[in-house]
Nanobody
Framework: QVQVVESGGGSVQAGGSLRLSCVAS????????MGWYRQAPGKQRDFVVG???????NYADSVKGRFTISRDNVKNTLNLEMNNLKPEDTAVYYC??????????WGKGTLVTVSS
């Protein structure tokens, strides 16, 4: 079972940038799907962006053009570059990893706060 740990959250002003990282406990070559989700206070957890082992990406409309996902296969790390942040991006961001035939693994999350 893979384990993932997020880092990089923090507080920024609107228009600022942050970079989140998610380190996996195994080679991400063998992880079929990894993604970022977020949960704002009092709301459900929402999809942000995902990437397959083959490099195919899918972004939520709300973050297209502002967020970029990438995989560092050497460091077994999933990164999320977030630019032009908005107050509505404030949430706990979770990393998810899915192996074929295995339930998705979630990290504990990292908090992103964007002030206006």
């Amino acid at each position: 079972q893979v384990q993932v740990v997020e880092s990089g959250g923090g507080s920024v002003q609107a228009g600022g940038s942050l970079r989140l990282s998610c380190v996996a406990s195994m080679s991400i070559f063998n992880i079929n799907y990894m993604g970022w989700y977020r949960q704002a206070p009092g709301k459900q957890r929402d999809f942000v962006v995902g990437i397959t082992s083959g490099g195919l990406t899918n972004y939520a409309d709300s973050v297209k053009g502002r967020f970029t996902i990438s995989r560092d296969n050497v460091k077994n790390t999933l990164n999320l570059e977030m630019n032009n942040l908005k107050p509505e991006d404030t949430a706990v961001y979770y990393c998810a990893a899915t192996l074929t035939g295995v339930a998705t693994t979630w990290g504990k999350g990292t908090l992103v706060t964007v002030s206006s």
